[in-house]
């Protein structure tokens, strides 16, 4: 077994940081795993010192609304079923599993795969519920400084158990280098960077589950932080929206593909999907598309008419995030690079409405305290226990990438690799 090989912008602990805190700088450990998929999975497990803690968590969870222990392995055989699909991915978490310890529940492979199914087996309950939202944008062209494509994305979690980040570069005997950042035991996020030029990117779609509106945009498929690793593995942005199509997900989920002259998003539902194209283009929790494919065939459905939401703060802060992440990008127009994520959008204190006029209030309330703003804050008693956890930048064009742990106003040194390095 090879060695894991151990970089890091600053010296840090490979112990995962305490939740973090406004008022703290910190860092993610990054490592590079190299050799066959299963080596990978294997230094990657031998690196995590959460997976139990994360695991445990998942099962009280499911536990806490009353569902059964039968139905969840019902559940995780399924989920088991796509993953056996997918060679790579499959012993990717077959090597992580080597870590753990099999229980009178599931095999130590099993538990990988609940690690990695967790947002997918609590769909039912708190997590179609949510109230917290990711943000990206990309800009590519005329749009940016230096007629690269910029991308940029916040991931928006409850603080525990997901601030336990790593970053990682995986180098596999064949295939191409991808980066990473992901929670400890997921095999990838909803932030990957390969060497061929790709990025992939998304955010969770909601209100794809309301039988009572005749919404079922749910079903058994590929976890979604499989199909991200399995995107990661295209070569471009027409692969990776063919290898979409195809693949059976299992919930709302809006991606960003881009690469060094495109950027697009596609909407994706588990039975429906469309695309959106622009040189400056946005992307929240909700779907924009002003018609849908279904069965394969172009439909005048608009991709809003496929979801159901009803929460009007749900709605209103998934607008106010697209806007402001729109409209940052259009008022720089030209001039868009990484500094423009960096300093500007990823951390902003105000909005932006739809027409472009600055917000700074609401009902009295500054913003981000409404919690309308990219960078997403809600504290409770003080304490910050939802929020932006990580925000990342890439430069497709050079393979730069940035990245900071918890909420980008808390730093002022983002970490850095150039993946054409590694």
């Not at 090879?2 to 700088?25: D, G, H, N, R, W």
């Not at 989920?253 to 588990?270: D, F, G, I, T, W």
């Not at 500094?339 to 027409?355: F, H, K, L, Q």
Request: aromatic content about 12%; some cysteine.
């Amino acid at each position: 077994m090879k060695l894991a090989l151990f970089m890091a912008i600053l010296i840090v602990s490979c112990v995962a940081p305490e939740p973090y805190t406004a008022q703290k700088e910190e860092h993610m450990p990054l490592f590079v795993f190299e050799g066959s998929w299963f080596e990978m999975g294997e230094q990657y497990g031998e690196n995590c010192t959460h997976l139990e803690e994360i695991y445990d968590f998942i099962i009280s969870s499911w536990e806490s609304y009353g569902l059964s222990m039968e139905s969840l392995k019902h559940d995780i055989e399924m989920y088991k079923s796509y993953i056996e699909a997918e060679e790579n991915i499959s012993e990717f978490m077959k090597g992580m599993a080597s870590s753990l310890k099999d229980d009178e529940l599931f095999s130590s492979y099993e538990k990988i795969i609940v690690i990695n199914s967790g947002f997918e087996i609590l769909w039912l309950n708190e997590w179609h519920q949510s109230k917290k939202l990711c943000t990206a944008a990309a800009a590519y062209g005329e749009a940016t400084r230096a007629g690269h494509t910029i991308v940029g994305l916040n991931r928006d979690l409850p603080v525990y158990p997901f601030a336990y980040q790593i970053a990682y570069v995986l180098k596999p005997d064949t295939g191409k280098k991808i980066f990473g950042t992901v929670t400890e035991g997921q095999v990838a996020s909803n932030f990957q960077v390969n060497s061929d030029g790709l990025f992939v990117g998304a955010v969770k779609v909601l209100g794809d589950w309301s039988p009572e509106n005749g919404i079922y945009e749910c079903a058994f498929g590929l976890p979604s932080v499989a199909v991200m690793l399995k995107l990661s593995m295209c070569s471009s942005v027409e692969d990776a929206i063919k290898t979409l199509e195809e693949t059976r997900v299992t919930q709302g989920m809006n991606y960003m593909l881009a690469e060094p002259s495109r950027a697009v998003v596609v909407e994706k539902l588990p039975f429906h999907y469309a695309i959106r194209e622009s040189d400056v283009i946005a992307l929240s929790n909700q779907m924009r598309s002003n018609y849908s494919y279904e069965d394969g065939k172009k439909t005048s459905v608009p991709m809003n008419e496929r979801i159901h939401m009803e929460d009007p703060f749900i709605v209103e802060a998934g607008d106010s995030c697209y806007y402001s992440a729109y409209w940052a990008l259009m008022k720089n127009y030209g001039k868009i690079s990484p500094a423009t994520w960096m300093n500007v959008i990823s951390r902003m204190d105000y909005c932006y409405d739809e027409n472009g006029n600055v917000i700074l209030e609401k009902d009295g309330v500054p913003v981000l305290e409404a919690e309308l703003t990219v960078e997403y804050q809600h504290f409770d008693d003080g304490k910050l226990v939802e929020g932006t956890i990580a925000s990342h930048c890439c430069d497709i064009n050079t393979l730069e990438i940035y990245w900071v742990q918890g909420l980008p106003s808390s730093h002022s040194q983002w970490q850095k690799i150039d993946l054409n390095e590694i």
